[in-house]
């Protein structure tokens, strides 16, 4: 899987930005996603977060995470995807993360912000998968599997 990282803020340090691309690699394992797949994952701010969220979410508030699945988007026919007839890189979608509420609620939570900053990468990646926490049966088990994933890459609470 191929994932661009984009650090906007210039907050990431090298532990980390290798941190996003092993613990994103390990999640695409534990899922069984296909090698030949590409994401996007854009570190930015609380204001920038907080611009998105308003945008697309129409919620004016900051956040910590926002995920756009490009399979979501997509208009529903009969036709191959372009990717498959063109044997392109499936393109999963991007991932927002704000680095400075990930600081804020490694604080909070009294952990790490590379433990925070791996929980919300992969509570971004599950969401790009299809997983959702909309009723009581959906976040049991999209937050179940978040920790399994969590837990087997080492990054425990």
């Not at 994952?41 to 204001?47: A, E, G, K, L, P």
């Amino acid at each position: 899987m191929i994932v661009e990282l984009y650090d906007e803020q210039q907050k990431l340090t090298d532990d980390l930005t290798q941190m996003v691309q092993d613990i994103l690699a390990y999640a695409a394992d534990y899922l069984d996603i296909e090698d030949n797949c590409t994401m996007s994952v854009i570190i930015v701010d609380n204001t920038e977060i907080q611009n998105i969220n308003r945008e697309y979410r129409q919620k004016d508030y900051i956040t910590d995470v926002i995920s756009f699945a490009v399979e979501e988007l997509a208009p529903e026919d009969n036709f191959p995807a372009i990717e498959e007839v063109m044997d392109l890189p499936r393109e999963l979608g991007d991932i927002f993360v704000s680095f400075d509420r990930a600081q804020e609620q490694a604080v909070e939570y009294g952990h790490s912000e590379k433990r925070e900053l791996g929980f919300l990468v992969v509570h971004g990646f599950l969401h790009l998968n299809g997983y959702d926490h909309m009723t009581d049966e959906e976040e049991a088990e999209m937050f179940d599997l978040q920790r399994d994933i969590l837990d087997g890459f080492g990054l425990v609470r």
